[in-house]
């Protein structure tokens, strides 16, 4: 996505930051935070340069500012009911076993969209930042 | 993946976010395991699914089946949803929840037809949401007679990739795929094709006059969606919305 000024912004990352910052406020309980670890499966249509930037709309004045968001991309991989074989997928999202062709296969990983872990800013001196 | 977590007697282990047991007390997986880290492994949609299962409670409550409809801008959704209500009226009570980024242009269309309609303007501080959510269906509830409905058909916002995401609380989900937007669109957007319980190939007025590839298009929806049921319709002319009617009416039944 081009950056465009917010107002003509219409994206689903925005709101997904919203939710990012329920979770890390909860988390960090007032603590400073420096990095927000995400997982994105390759399912998902999150995309992460987008998310990355909205958070900086998002978390701007407020005291997650400042914070950035780390993303860890999560390869798509799927199993096949038919001859168990589990393998990544390609660049297209096209859930056919490429041993055998059938298309009776599960996911096992790409539909991740989670936060793993924050880091804390200046954890060894009460109040200062990193 | 499996959520790894560790407990208060020193013990790990991991297992499915939704599977296993109760993480209260002594799950140490939201506390601070190093000096400046703090491992948290929470969904995201957690909070939306929270709501869209309230949503779906409240339907089951109320013995009311919602279909989300889902599709890009201009695909057909509110024609076939004026077909659809002149169709289903007097055979089942139904109710509209419509979502638009800024107007009530598509609402308005859709009075008239006795169904009552609670819009949901999406607009917000940044433009509008390209989507609907569980807490703003949920906030729509309150303006349909729900007791009184045996149907909630849910109008998405027009886009295809957005509202695939959310789960707002429906027991079904149905997309609109015009013809005019091309055979690769699966591919392009497989959240949304792979979601759906049915897709609805509408605009087939126009095949005479349009190069659609039909088997290809179809190929490409069967490698992301296997499963799918798929019904051909004219919004326009109103061929297959009877098909298309009829599908409606046996997910009401399924719940009824």
């Not at chain 2, 079904?172 to 319980?197: H, N, Q, W």
Request: glycine letters at 10%; one cysteine or more.
């Amino acid at each position: 996505m081009e950056r465009r000024r917010a107002g003509v912004i219409r994206v689903h990352e925005l709101s997904l930051c919203g939710s990012i910052a329920n979770i890390v406020e909860r988390h960090a309980a007032g603590r400073p935070v420096s990095v927000i670890h995400v997982q994105i499966g390759q399912l998902r249509q999150v995309v992460p340069d987008t998310l990355v930037y909205c958070w900086e709309l998002v978390s701007e004045g407020t005291q997650l500012a400042g914070s950035r968001i780390d993303v860890e991309a999560v390869p798509a991989r799927i199993r096949c009911r038919a001859c168990d074989q589990v393998a990544e997928i390609g660049d297209l999202p096209v859930l056919v076993c490429g041993e055998c062709g059938s298309t009776d296969t599960e996911i096992v990983s790409g539909e991740e969209f989670m936060i793993t872990s924050l880091e804390l800013a200046g954890t060894s001196a009460e109040g200062a930042s990193a | 993946m499996g959520r790894f977590h560790r407990h208060a007697d020193g013990t790990d282990h991991s297992h499915d976010e939704t599977g296993g047991h109760s993480h209260d007390p002594g799950d140490l997986s939201g506390y601070q395991t190093g000096t400046d880290r703090v491992e948290v492994l929470e969904r995201i949609f957690g909070e939306n699914d929270k709501t869209a299962a309230a949503n779906r409670d409240r339907f089951a409550v109320t013995g009311v089946c919602a279909i989300n409809l889902m599709s890009s801008p201009g695909a057909g959704k509110t024609t076939l949803l004026r077909q659809t209500l002149t169709r289903l009226a007097g055979r089942l009570r139904t109710g509209i929840i419509e979502g638009d980024i800024q107007t009530s242009l598509d609402a308005d269309q859709l009075g008239g037809f006795g169904a009552p309609v609670a819009l949901i303007n999406t607009g917000n501080g940044f433009g509008g949401e390209c989507h609907l959510d569980a807490p703003m269906v949920a906030s729509a509830l309150p303006r349909l007679p729900l007791d009184d409905l045996d149907l909630v058909l849910i109008e998405n916002v027009g886009n295809l990739v957005c509202p695939a995401e959310f789960d707002v609380g429906e027991h079904a989900r149905a997309m609109v795929y015009a013809i005019t937007e091309g055979e690769d669109k699966p591919l392009k957007y497989p959240v949304m094709f792979r979601s759906c319980d049915l897709v609805i190939v509408n605009k087939i007025d126009l095949l005479p006059y349009l190069d659609f590839d039909t088997g290809g298009f179809l190929a490409n929806l069967r490698a992301v969606n296997p499963a799918a049921t798929v019904l051909s319709a004219s919004a326009r002319t109103g061929e297959g919305v009877d098909a298309w009617c009829d599908w409606v009416r046996a997910q009401v039944a399924a719940r009824g």
